[in-house]
């Protein structure tokens, strides 16, 4: 407070705002038009666009919102006082079809004016701009009042932000801050009156519409929920510039904010836009689109837009925050946060646009978030720090197939990669085939799409191992993944579906751990598993076989699976009977049944509990399906263009029930959920490049050489059964290899005969995945294998006995 009062003058006026600390704040809605920054990574400033006015604001990472929202309010004085958001219809444009430059043309219900208002950052600083140029019937615009109205949630929240009116450089402009994040807004005009007030008692909305006319003229207000108002003199001109300023400091914004007006808005137009030109949009893949690569552009300009700019090579999920309006400040995630899985598909996307380079910032980036074991966090801040912690084998396995990728075609550069799968796969080898979590981020168990992306990774790293080389770790790492693949079927199916009469055998979302294994859920009970966010007095208990996805589409997508598999045939027809939803904009389908995150059943904002709704990118992922099983997928491109948004984004989840005008919810149209979904994005422009190949581009080729061919036309089949303390086996069938798994060195004492006599097997090191010892068992044994462990390094045995049933060999 002192700096300030010693660096500017401060504009008292009627002294402190009255009606702290304001309302509870809240965040604003997530269905954003555009997500816009400059191409340079000098501009540290990201702006979203919502109902055509400024939404949350990023600074100085993509991951730290610092502003709810900014419009503005006109009013003659007299007779109507108007909202941008609430009074105006808009139409959307991006000025140039290649850069993130955006206008809003919004008129008034009446007809008497248009708000014309363009949106850029300035290319080098971290200060975003809107020019604005009134038209329309000069009787009302000569009489018409024009206040841009600030709601800063400064350095994480709307709670605690302090502001004042200041003079600088002979003009009026708004300061506000919190710790020491600082937002300033000015114009380049000036303003003619400010007030400080707080929000839903003294801002100036509610000033305003009480009489029409500007009452409160606060000096400041201190620590609470602000709205900052500033009168734009349009008496001078009927075309200005506001700014918004960030630094971590309030000579920062100032002076950011002073330099980027003083620099014609054309300039900084015409600058923004030849930046974004070197982004080089990749035209071909317009080819197949149906839009004439409209959205392929967008998506591509998107993607690049969630990369933040101190920490290359991070993406978030999505600049928004789902129902932002209905979350407080304690909801501190949104989606701006990083998520391997989704970074992993962003930088994916890239790569099937060619930019191999950025695609190599993303793997680098992940590399240097790794942890110790080999994993990674749930999802976590730009910086690296976890937000949730749970163990999802994807997240673990994307980042592989990701380097494996780039070694193909030559992208890694100076970057040694070997140690970075190395510890990564040793980590699924750990605790795969059960995870956690699966890709929806709640169930654990044996997954089908998780295990597809363990699979294909872990013949990715063994691929990798042979070449640098380590021949022994890929043989083990290639007879894991063979493991998981001969049980596949068996994990993950049901024999007994009661979704489809007529299917029986269908893969389900996800087969729970049973008892005595890794993740198991005595409450749920056995076979069973509960669904988060259901909605009080629902069923949330559920069998396996009552809850499908479409997750074991992954298994085509990679290879594993051929698309005529029966099994894969026979699933799509109960996912269909069960998920599909058809909406006037094309086919879209939910993530799985009883899902409760989505807008709830009355239209009502996801708190706690919902109802899922349908996601455009399971579109993406049939058409890719259809694309490998020479079906028709062009239907399902134009079905997620038409998802879109007039701005272009891909909403995470669309409104499949009736059309509710009062909640702003459509049929086929985006639900409250986050809008854009970069995920999303990069599905359809990998769709886009496999339609151009005709082939799927996240097909991997080492995987579908092995798995991709019909079972009796293969030349190898898995021999190994392993065994893990964590999972350990109870059955096996005879004439396989029993291989036993630990981290640390160890010997295994084991049996056939009762302990009347027994072996010791030593363990032998195969690199990071830890040690393996194989039990030599007579021939064509059967019966019972008993067994224990013990680590000489500390003399420390297991503590107990190991039984496994060794019964007939498999036919």
């Not at 604003?28 to 340079?40: F, L």
């Not at 018409?144 to 709307?158: F, R």
């Not at 993530?591 to 995150?597: F, I, L, T, V």
């Not at 059943?601 to 058409?623: M, N, S």
Request: proline share 5%.
């Amino acid at each position: 407070m002192d700096a300030l009062n010693a660096l500017y003058k401060w504009l008292p006026d009627q002294g402190p705002a009255t009606g702290g600390p304001g309302i509870m704040p809240r965040w604003t809605s997530s269905k954003k038009d555009s997500v816009s920054t400059a191409y340079s990574a000098a501009s540290r400033v990201w702006f979203t666009i919502s109902h055509g006015t400024l939404n949350e604001i990023y600074f100085p990472t993509i991951d730290r919102p610092q502003t709810r929202d900014m419009e503005l309010l006109f009013t003659d004085g007299e007779t109507f006082v108007h909202e941008e958001k609430r009074d105006f219809e808009y139409d959307f444009h991006y000025i140039d079809p290649d850069a993130l430059a955006i206008r809003v043309v919004a008129s008034d219900l009446g007809g008497r004016y248009t708000v014309t208002k363009d949106f850029i950052s300035d290319p080098h600083h971290p200060v975003v701009l809107m020019r604005v140029r009134l038209d329309g019937d000069e009787e009302v615009l000569s009489r018409m009042k024009c206040y841009a109205l600030l709601a800063p949630h400064l350095d994480g929240g709307g709670a605690g932000n302090s502001a004042r009116a200041i003079e600088i450089a002979g003009q009026r402009a708004l300061l506000a801050w919190k710790n020491n994040m600082h937002v300033t807004m000015g114009a380049d005009v000036g303003f003619t009156r400010t007030s400080c007030g707080y929000a839903g008692t003294t801002d100036g909305f509610r000033d305003l519409k009480q009489n029409m006319q500007m009452d409160f003229q606060f000096g400041e207000a201190l620590d609470g929920n602000l709205a900052l108002t500033g009168e734009v003199d349009l008496s001078r001109t009927r075309e200005f510039t506001i700014a918004l300023a960030f630094g971590e400091g309030p000579h920062a914004a100032l002076s950011g904010m002073m330099q980027s007006l003083s620099v014609p808005f054309d300039l900084h137009l015409k600058r923004f836009i030849e930046q974004w030109h070197r982004a080089a949009s990749p035209e071909r893949l317009g080819a197949a689109s149906m839009d004439k690569g409209r959205l392929m552009r967008i998506s591509h300009n998107v993607i690049l837009a969630h990369e933040d700019k101190i920490f290359p090579g991070a993406f978030i999920a999505s600049a928004s925050i789902p129902w932002g309006n209905a979350k407080s400040d304690d909801d501190l995630g949104g989606y701006h946060l990083v998520w391997t899985r989704d970074m992993i598909q962003s930088a994916t996307a890239l790569l099937a646009c060619g930019r191999t380079d950025t695609a190599r910032r993303a793997l680098v980036y992940l590399a240097c978030t790794q942890r110790p074991d080999g994993s990674f966090a749930q999802n976590f801040w730009i910086d690296g720090t976890p937000y949730w912690t749970g163990i999802q084998l994807d997240e673990v396995a994307f980042p592989i197939m990701l380097a494996w990728r780039l070694w193909k075609v030559g992208g890694l550069g100076e970057f040694e990669v070997f140690p970075f799968v190395e510890q990564a796969a040793a980590f699924l080898v750990q605790y795969a085939p059960i995870t956690q979590q699966e890709r929806w981020e709640e169930a654990a168990g044996y997954s089908p799409s998780t295990l597809a992306t363990v699979i294909a990774a872990l013949l990715c790293a063994a691929d990798i191992a042979q070449a640098h080389p380590a021949p022994e770790l890929a043989k083990f790492l290639q007879s894991y993944a063979d493991w998981i693949e001969e049980h596949l079927d068996e994990w993950t199916t049901t024999n007994d579906g009661v979704l489809l009469p007529e299917v029986k055998r269908h893969y389900v979302r996800i087969n729970p751990p049973k008892p005595g294994e890794p993740f198991y859920n005595a409450e749920a009970g056995p076979g069973r598993y509960n669904i988060a966010n259901r909605a009080p007095g629902e069923q949330f208990n559920f069998a396996a076989n009552e809850i499908v996805d479409a997750g074991f589409l992954e298994l085509v997508r990679y290879g594993i699976r051929r698309a005529d598999d029966p099994l894969i045939v026979d699933s799509i027809k109960v996912v269909d009977h069960v998920l599909k939803i058809d909406t006037p904009y094309g086919p879209c389908w939910r993530r799985y049944n009883h899902d409760g995150y989505g807008q709830q059943k009355d239209g009502e904002p996801f708190v706690h509990y919902g109802q899922g709704r349908a996601w455009p990118i399971l579109t993406g992922e049939r058409a890719h399906y259809e694309l490998a099983a020479n079906g028709a997928y062009q239907p399902l491109i134009q079905a997620m263009e038409r998802f879109s948004s007039f701005g272009g984004m891909l909403p995470e989840q669309v409104w499949d029930y009736k059309d509710m005008p009062a909640k702003g919810l459509f049929f086929g149209r985006s639900a409250g959920s986050a809008q854009p979904l970069v995920w999303a994005h990069a599905e359809y422009i990998k769709l886009l490049r496999s339609g151009v190949d005709g082939k799927v581009f996240d097909r991997i080729s080492v995987v579908e050489e092995r798995y991709g061919v019909r079972r009796e036309e293969r030349t190898w089949k898995s021999d190994v059964e392993f065994f893990k303390i964590a999972r350990p086996l109870t059955e096996m069938a005879a004439g396989k290899r029993l291989q036993v798994l630990d981290r640390e060195y160890f010997e295994v004492l084991w049996t056939v005969d009762g302990w009347a006599t027994h072996q010791t097997t030593s363990a032998s090191l195969i690199g990071y995945p830890g040690f393996a010892a194989e039990l030599r068992l007579p021939d064509k044994f059967q019966g019972k294998l008993e067994l224990t462990l013990h680590w000489p390094s500390s003399d420390r045995w297991v503590g107990h006995n190991f039984l496994i049933e060794v019964g007939a060999p498999l036919t």
